[in-house]
């Protein structure tokens, strides 16, 4: 089983910053892809953000590209999202996810808690 924590959500003004944390426990030797989804209130569906293998390969959402930066402390089993320049548009809970590979993310990855990141001013 794996468990995963999150933090670093909050409350930021547009053209803002903020960094997500996600710390990996448990049976992280089945973990080669992490990385993060949103669900906007209101919406059905999560999408994803970003996402990075244990190799440093790297997904991004296009509306994303250039703002977030994805990485990973393999040592630490932890992955970070930094978001730069947010748009009241990135407002949504921010989910980590956890899986065996990128693809399998949305199927049958695991799942964190979720944190709320509202950018607002």
């Known amino acids: 089983q794996v468990q995963l924590v999150e933090s670093g959500g909050g409350l930021v003004q547009p053209g803002g910053s903020l960094r997500l944390s996600c710390a990996a426990s448990?049976?992280?030797?089945?973990?080669?892809?992490m990385g993060w989804y949103r669900q906007a209130q209101g919406g059905n569906k999560r999408e994803l953000v970003a996402?990075?293998?244990?190799?440093?390969?790297?997904n991004y959402a296009d509306s994303v590209k250039g703002r977030f930066t994805i990485s990973r402390d393999n040592a630490k089993n932890t992955v970070y999202l930094q978001m730069n320049s947010l748009k009241p548009e990135d407002t949504a809970v921010y989910f980590c996810?956890?899986?065996?590979?990128?693809?399998?993310?949305?199927?049958?990855?695991?799942w964190g808690q979720g944190t709320q990141v509202t950018v607002s001013s």
């Open positions: 996810n956890a899986a065996p590979d990128i693809a399998m993310m949305e199927f049958i990855g695991i």
């Open positions: 996402a990075i293998t244990s190799g440093g390969s790297t």
């Open positions: 448990g049976s992280i030797f089945m973990i080669n892809a």
